[in-house]
């Protein structure tokens, strides 16, 4: 609770320096604080579960350890800021503020006891994205993606209000713990399940998960590049962690014929996202349709609630680490390009072999290289979708990650084996110590993946 | 002695090397891997002295991966044997000169490092990560130092990576489903783990699709040959010197004992894979234009008789294959080195670019021959004692796999011998051709010392393997 | 007081909605005009509200009715935050027909 | 003292390779041919000690070096045997060597790699004696397979010409497919009773009751194989008439007194494996009488002088399998010797004739040579004789055994075998009158330098010519030494001189009236009407089939060669291109699929929701309305 109090007063706090008229002030205040406030968020970890507000926020160990993560890559996300937003210094304080409120939002969704904390939430969470989306208000494709993201948004909330709205008719209450004690109880009215289906498919739109997963890559593509780092590792981590503490908390037992569907839509989403990445040109795009492939393989954690929250907790924080350390390369890379097409990439293993040992560690590490964290992660995975008896989603889980392969070493073919098509230009300090640290972190992950792995 | 001090000195040699620069890299690399070549002879001592050496730590609780080497005979001739190699592979490239030697010799180092861990490693996921791990440096070295059209190489490098990774990510599964039956990923207990035929089937594909292709044995072998011809000639040795030994000694150490019922179900379809390998290698290596891709296919040829003999599953053809591919190791080096030295001079592999160098460079001529009769297994050559085991091993089970395998010692000759005719023999050639230097001469003549001293005295490493190829062969005839 | 769900029950209250959120799915779909398709949304948005209305009564509880306030303002914001990016676009396309938007593809 | 001298035997060729490798071009040519001959002389020496030895002790030595090798069910010793045999087939490998090395000083003095020459002959020399003294087969396989290589080296000593190099390769490959048969041998004697010793394979076979005597006649066939390899019989015979490619002391030495032999060493070396193989032995003495037929009807009609000789040394070498293929080993071992001595003494004086003509080896370019090369025509003339079979010659006595026992079995190889005779008679002297008689049909060039070559060249010529002259004495028919001598090695009692009855004088005088006939049709055609061979191009009917060797290369090279190679280049172009497209073929369908998979993403948001509903709809229906 203290967490999220201490991340919107953190938030007001910018929008004053910009008042102040403090600018230079802004980013490194911002990270110190959001430094404080992870130290905030780890001190309540071994504190028990607490409730606040007649559970609206319910603080545990699973909201603690992912607050801590959604922390943690703000942090990057924000000093990543200081280079990116360099030429457009009145709007700073704004996109740091809505930042820092967008991570709360994040919070808010993991840590919801009740479905309107969820409801706010995710809503503080997406209006934020699609102002952020949106932010480059000159760039038609900056307005593309924005009207994009925000029509299919906003039609998903509805969906997810509609279910919201179905669960409440069903059980009178909108508190989870109440509802999953009665989910247990005898008959249900039929809208129930159809509730919690519809909160269940909105879910799936914000991880961009096949077949509602058509706007990712448009509006990764189109968003600031920035942003695109954004949602495609806070958000999206953000909207696989609540959806997985939806379906933990509201209905323990997975129907058999819901296990199906779930089945069904990780492995479309791996398959497509795998193969549609193959023909990219465009990085951002190719890291979108990457994504959707990794929300597929996210998905596969739902299929055994029970033990999985510590597998959950590890692939998304390698899949993130990784994410923020190929961004701050590709935010390098392109700053001074227009488009972020792979030809830009040519000959970076000359021009800075330390930047593109860092995006490949980072490819690798999504590849599922040892002893990457990514590795780590897939293995985790792959030995509890086994142990829940699915061999089958890993053999072809295993099969696309064969495939992706294949595209992420176009990027590093395109790195190593191409001649530079201009001079080298200077790494920003900021983006390299990011990616530096982001991709330490990934192997530190990998070298002691128990010290994650047991946080859950 | 810890066994891992090995490791960490061939880890911090990498480091040690890149960070020596361009100018100091390949000597730095060849100090370290002296020292790590000193080390496992120590080791060996120390085996040989009685002390069992193995080096266990907890790793990962959940699921439960421990940091766990263990070396017995067969563990410590691979250590050796790639110990010994990278050395020489190191200073055979002294002649060259590299841009960015500095990564180029750190790769070197770091893959030896992680094949040394993948021969050590007793935890079923160590070893899979050290198996993973070997292919990324031999990936970027052939890739960045490689030679020929860029395009091309990109396209064999990339199949290879993504062939090769394709394979082991299906041994992974095989490896966490017996963890799931087994609680555990130590070899021990995946030893001891029952299961039902169905499983030991589909395990037992699992991995051969994995060592099938890094050995590799046909139909899998097609990312061999171009990658051969366009890695860089070190890379070439690495690949066919050590890393394909990783696939033969997994067979061994990892899949017949896992899966004794499907190893014996499968026994001659097995040996026919070999066996077929054996004719097949050698019939397309007789009209090979390119001199790297002609002796990439007589390595498929002679690698698929090491199969066959790895799978004839009794302690003959075990040692015969292990004798084989100590001996192949030193003997494929010896050759590609020499495909290297001539390439330095004629800067050409195409074989009908050569000829009349005989008269030219009498040292180099003599050295390159012993080679060549060596790879077609002469008498009191290292390579003839290998050979003889296997084939008797298949002659106890089958006369006519003894016959078909057999038929690599005529076919061998006909390809090696025509190799060596036009590339060596003939009206002397026009281009000059500099006789071997010393640092040339030294490599070869340590390669052929090797060959004799084993070929006439192959007691020492029999002695060293044999304990450890018997407990193989109990460990698969224990279950029935 | 008397429950007026005691004369209507409460199917048809849910029906309604249903057809209404159907109603705003389907404008979604149609319409190629982006302040429309808007409206459509707020369509969706509005028979949940009712929905959320008619089940507080039904079950006596004000939760739900809270709740719809939450969803309102909500509402709003998204409004005002779509409103400002259609502004934009029309500033740089000079029209807000979503069929224009189709730069981002392949 | 045995150990040691044993060494030095086995050891001082080698020594001999090695100085003369690395430093044999410093010290000079003349220097390292002295070297090379002196350290086959003292091998010579060492066996002459050894032979007194075990000729008066009448027992074997033992010598176990070192182990070599293990398989499970036996440890393979590098083992010495130094019994009878091995011994008797020392004294003539050295002697003969040695010989050859002192011709060769002289002979090879014009080629600049002289040391390297002598380098190779010695290492042959070292591996031939592996060869005969090991103790078990695997140190025989080494000796066996050593030759063989050496044998390569020489034949293609002068490498720059490839023709030469293709023969060599031919001599190796052939050997090899002979090697093959050999192994497997090994294997089977191996796996039956697991050992490779000769003494605890010959105990092992006498005292084991029940043999599986299928798997030994396999072995027993599988063995033969490899003889035929080596001792160039049918099918494998054709590498040896190419392998005349080499300098001629090579063809002397290799191609006709030593190496050719060591099939028969072998045969003689298992007899006790033989013997208990009958079907197999008939199989050997057809394919020995057959052989014999076939090479010596292909000298019929040979020019080139070398040619004819090595013919006639397959012919020769079919006869001594005829002899093997009966079990009379001991006749066999006779034969070999002698032949060795007077085929080693013909290579050696046809290599003075070409020595002489500056390399000419074509006879229809000779004749008349009888006057410039006396000595040189002398030993020829004898030896002729003795091959022929001519009495008091050696020949004479070791052909005669082996017609008499092949009369003894069976009549119709006895027939052969006689045919065979009469036409090696007839052949040898049309050598003999082309080469020698008439005047000189060369060049005015050649003429004017016609000589006798230095005694170097000579001397070798007469002490061969002696003992082929008096080789016969060590085996008489009534008293025979060698039987006795080598009676210990024969599991059954060598019919010891059958008493001589009418019949055997009988055999006798048909043979050498034979022989007789076969030099008088010579002395007809080329004496008489002083025919020439016709060109090459004249050839026809069945000469020229004859003249072709009944085209056997060509029909080999249809068969094996070509269509092997065709199937390599099938495999090049077409499997191994398949293969890999189809690996690569997975790549590209799924960039296909890929590719068109990029078409759905339209960026209409109109599409995109109404997928987005699709789903939501399917969804929903699968749980709840399909339930």
């Not at chain 4, 690569?584 to 990029?598: A, H, P, W």
Request: net charge neutral.
């Amino acid at each position: 609770m203290n967490t999220l109090i201490a991340i919107i007063g953190l938030g007001v706090l910018c929008l004053l320096f910009e008042i102040f008229d403090a600018r230079k002030a802004i980013i490194p205040i911002a990270v110190i604080g959001l430094l404080a406030i992870l130290g905030l968020d780890i001190s309540e970890y071994n504190a028990a579960p607490a409730f606040y507000y007649n559970n609206m926020i319910v603080v545990g160990k699973y909201s603690t350890t992912f607050s801590a993560l959604f922390i943690i890559l703000t942090i990057f996300l924000v000093s990543l800021g200081h280079k990116f937003y360099e030429n457009r210094p009145t709007k700073l304080s704004d996109f740091i503020a809505i930042k820092i409120f967008l991570l709360a939002g994040a919070v808010a969704m993991v840590s919801f006891g009740n479905l309107a904390m969820f409801f706010l939430g995710i809503e503080v969470l997406s209006i934020a994205l699609y102002v952020l989306a949106s932010s480059n208000r000159t760039s038609i494709k900056s307005n593309e993606a924005g009207l994009k993201y925000f029509l299919m948004g906003s039609f998903a909330s509805g969906i997810i209000l509609f279910g919201i709205c179905l669960i409440y008719g069903a059980m009178g209450t909108f508190d989870i713990t109440e509802i999953s004690e009665l989910s247990r109880s005898a008959e249900l009215p039929i809208w129930f399940p159809i509730g919690i289906v519809l909160l269940f498919i909105g879910m799936l739109f914000k991880i961009a998960a096949v077949p509602f997963h058509f706007w990712a890559p448009d509006v990764y593509e189109g968003s600031p590049s920035l942003t695109t780092a954004l949602m495609s590792t806070l958000a999206k981590v953000v909207a696989i962690a609540t959806l997985y503490k939806l379906v933990k908390t509201m209905n323990a037992d997975i129907s058999p014929s819901f296990q199906l569907v779930i089945v069904i839509v990780s492995i479309a989403s791996m398959t497509v996202g795998n193969i549609m990445a193959l023909r990219q040109i465009n990085v951002k795009r190719m890291l979108a349709f990457s994504g959707i492939s990794h929300a597929g393989f996210m998905l596969m954690t739902l299929l055994s609630t029970a033990k999985s929250s510590g597998t959950l907790l590890y692939y998304t924080s390698a899949y993130a680490l990784a994410g923020i350390a190929a961004f701050s390369v590709i935010l390098y890379v392109c700053k001074t390009r227009e488009n972020e097409d792979i030809t830009n990439f040519h000959g970076l293993g000359k021009n800075n072999p330390l930047m593109a040992a860092v995006l490949t560690a980072s490819l690798l590490s999504m590849a599922g290289i040892p002893i990457f964290g990514g590795f780590f992660a897939k293995l985790f995975l792959f030995t509890q979708t086994i142990q829940a008896g699915f061999i089958a989603l890993v053999i072809v889980a295993v099969i696309n990650s064969i495939i992706s392969v294949g595209y992420y070493f176009k990027l590093i073919l395109a790195m190593y084996t191409k001649e530079p098509n201009e001079a080298k230009i200077p790494a920003s300090k900021v983006y390299l110590a990011v990616a530096i640290i982001a991709i330490a972190l990934n192997i530190a992950m990998g070298l002691c993946p128990s010290f994650v792995l047991d946080l859950l | 002695m810890n066994v891992s001090l090995l490791l960490i000195i061939l880890l911090v040699g990498a480091f040690a090397t890149y960070f020596a620069g361009d100018k100091l890299a390949s000597r730095v690399a060849l100090l370290f891997s002296l020292v790590a070549f000193g080390i496992s002879i120590a080791l060996l001592n120390a085996y040989n002295a009685g002390a069992n050496i193995n080096f266990f730590k907890f790793w990962i609780n959940k699921p439960a991966i421990s940091y766990s080497l263990t070396a017995d005979g067969l563990s410590l001739i691979m250590l050796l044997l790639t110990t010994a190699l990278t050395p020489l592979i190191i200073y055979s490239s002294f002649g060259n000169e590299y841009k960015n030697a500095k990564s180029f010799y750190a790769l070197i180092l770091f893959m030896s490092f992680a094949m040394a861990g993948t021969f050590l490693a007793s935890d079923g996921l160590l070893y899979y990560i050290f198996w993973e791990l070997s292919l990324i440096p031999i990936y970027f070295i052939a890739l960045i130092w490689g030679n020929g059209d860029t395009e091309e190489r990109k396209k064999a490098v990339v199949k290879f990576f993504i062939y090769t990774l394709a394979g082991s990510l299906f041994m992974l599964i095989a490896f966490v489903y017996l963890y799931q039956k087994a609680g555990s990923f130590l070899i021990a207990d995946l030893y001891n783990v029952k299961l039902s035929r169905v499983e030991q089937f589909w395990i037992f594909w699992a991995f051969f699709l994995a060592y099938a292709i890094k050995i590799p044995i046909i139909p899998f072998h097609t990312w061999q040959a171009k990658v051969y011809q366009k890695a860089p000639t070190v890379g070439t040795m690495l690949l066919s010197g050590i890393m394909l030994k990783m696939g033969l000694y997994s067979v061994l150490r990892w899949q017949i004992p896992i899966t004794p019922i499907a190893s014996k179900t499968y026994l001659p379809i097995l040996i026919g894979f070999g066996i077929a390998g054996v004719i097949y290698g050698s019939i397309v290596a007789l009209r090979q234009k390119d001199l790297k891709k002609l002796l990439a296919y007589s390595s498929l040829a002679h690698v698929g008789l090491i199969a066959a003999g790895c799978y004839s599953l009794n302690s003959d053809g075990l040692r015969g294959a292990v004798l084989q591919m100590l001996a192949h190791g030193f003997v494929v080096v010896g050759l590609f080195f020499a495909a290297e030295i001539i390439y330095r001079r004629f800067e050409t592999r195409t074989i009908a670019d050569m000829g009349g160098i005989r008269t030219q460079a009498p040292k180099f001529a003599s050295l390159f021959m012993i080679l060549v009769l060596a790879s077609v297994a002469l008498p009191t050559t290292f390579n003839f004692v290998g050979e003889f085991t296997v084939l008797y091993s298949l002659a106890q089970i089958n006369l006519w796999f003894a016959l078909l395998g057999g038929t690599t010692i005529i076919l061998s000759a006909y390809y090696m011998l025509k190799m060596y005719q036009q590339v060596m023999l003939g009206e002397t050639n026009t281009k000059v051709f500099a006789d071997v230097t010393l640092h040339e001469t030294l490599v070869l003549v340590i390669i052929v010392a090797v060959i004799f001293i084993f070929g006439l005295y192959p007691r020492p490493i029999n002695e060293l393997i044999t304990p450890a190829l018997d407990q193989i062969v109990r460990t698969l005839y224990k279950i029935q | 007081m008397t429950n007026i769900l005691n004369e209507i029950g409460i199917e048809n209250y849910i029906f309604l909605s249903v057809i209404l959120f159907c109603i705003g799915v389907f404008g979604v779909l149609y319409r190629r005009n982006a302040i429309i398709v808007f409206m459509s949304i707020e369509i969706m948005l509005n028979a949940v509200n009712l929905l959320f209305v008619a089940f507080s009564t039904y079950h006596q509880d004000a939760q739900g009715q809270v709740f719809v306030f939450f969803s309102m303002a909500v509402a709003a914001a998204e409004v005002a935050v779509g409103l400002a990016i259609l502004v934009s676009i029309f500033r740089n396309l000079g029209s807000i027909d979503i069929n224009n938007l189709k730069n981002l593809k392949g | 003292m045995n150990t040691n001298l044993a060494l030095l035997l086995l050891l001082a060729p080698l020594l001999g390779f090695l100085f003369n490798i690395f430093f044999g071009k410093n010290i000079g040519k003349t220097a390292s041919g002295v070297v090379g001959t002196l350290t086959v002389a003292v091998s010579f020496i060492a066996t002459l000690v050894f032979f007194l030895q075990i000729n008066e002790t009448k027992e074997a030595v033992e010598i176990d070096l070192f182990n070599w090798m293990r398989t499970n069910n036996f440890r393979v010793n590098f083992g010495l045997l130094l019994d009878q045999l091995s011994i008797l087939w020392l004294l003539f490998v050295t002697g003969i060597g040695s010989l050859i090395h002192l011709y060769s000083i002289s002979y090879m003095h014009d080629d600049e790699n002289m040391h390297k020459f002598f380098a190779y002959l010695n290492l042959f020399v070292f591996f031939m004696i592996t060869l005969v003294i090991g103790s078990n087969l695997l140190v025989l396989f080494i000796g066996w397979e050593g030759v063989g290589l050496c044998s390569y080296l020489l034949i293609g000593f002068w490498h720059k010409n490839q023709e030469y190099n293709d023969a060599a390769k031919k001599a190796f490959i052939m050997n090899r497919i002979g090697d093959l048969g050999l192994l497997i041998g090994i294997f089977i004697i191996g796996s039956l009773f697991s050992t490779l010793d000769y003494t605890t394979l010959k105990t092992a076979i006498a005292s084991s009751s029940n043999l599986d005597l299928s798997m030994i006649s396999l072995a027993a066939f599988a063995l033969f194989i490899g003889a035929c390899g080596k001792s160039a019989q049918i099918p494998l015979y054709t590498w040896l008439p190419d392998a005349m490619a080499g300098p001629t002391p090579v063809s002397a030495l290799i191609h006709a007194a030593t190496m050719v032999t060591a099939g028969i060493f072998m045969i003689t070396r298992l007899n006790f494996v033989f013997d208990l193989a009958p079907e197999i032995q008939n199989i050997i003495a057809i394919i020995g009488a057959v052989t014999s037929l076939v090479a010596a009807t292909i000298a019929l009609v040979q020019t080139d002088i070398k040619k004819v000789l090595a013919y006639s040394t397959v012919s020769q070498l079919g006869l001594m399998f005829l002899a093997l293929g009966f079990g009379a080993y001991e006749v066999a071992v006779f034969h070999v010797i002698t032949h060795a001595f007077f085929k080693a003494c013909l290579f050696l004086g046809s290599g003075s004739v070409i020595h002489a003509l500056h390399g000419e080896q074509d006879m229809r370019r000779m004749g008349g040579l009888k006057k410039v090369m006396g000595i040189t025509f002398i030993t020829f003339l004898i030896s002729s004789l003795a091959i022929s079979g001519i009495p008091p010659f050696s020949g004479f006595f070791s052909k005669d055994e082996i017609l008499m026992t092949a009369f003894q079995h069976n009549v119709v190889l006895w027939g052969i075998a006689s045919l065979a005779s009469l036409m090696t008679a007839f052949y040898m002297f049309r050598l003999l009158y082309l080469t020698f008689y008439k005047d000189f049909r060369g060049t005015e060039h050649q003429k004017s330098h016609l000589h006798e070559s230095p005694s170097l060249i000579t001397f070798p010529l007469i002490v061969l010519a002696i003992l082929a002259a008096v080789g016969g004495l060590i085996s008489l028919p009534t008293n025979s030494w060698l039987n006795g001598y080598l009676a210990p090695l024969f599991s059954k009692e060598v019919h010891e001189a059958h008493h001589f009855g009418t019949q055997e004088y009988t055999l006798m005088a048909i043979a050498v009236i034979g022989g007789l006939v076969g030099i008088g049709i010579a002395f007809a055609k080329y004496i008489k009407q002083n025919q020439i061979p016709a060109e090459d191009a004249e050839i026809t009917g069945i000469a020229k089939v004859l003249y072709n060797k009944y085209y056997v290369d060509e029909i080999y090279d249809a068969i094996f060669v070509n269509s092997i190679n065709a199937l390599s280049r099938f495999f090049r172009d077409y499997i191994e291109t398949a293969l890999s497209a189809f690996v690569f073929g997975l790549g590209k369908v799924t960039n296909e699929i890929s590719y068109q998979g990029k078409k759905l993403q339209t960026g209409s948001i109109g599409f995109y929701l109404f997928v987005f509903v699709l789903g939501l709809c399917s969804i929903v229906t699968y749980l709840f309305l399909a339930q």
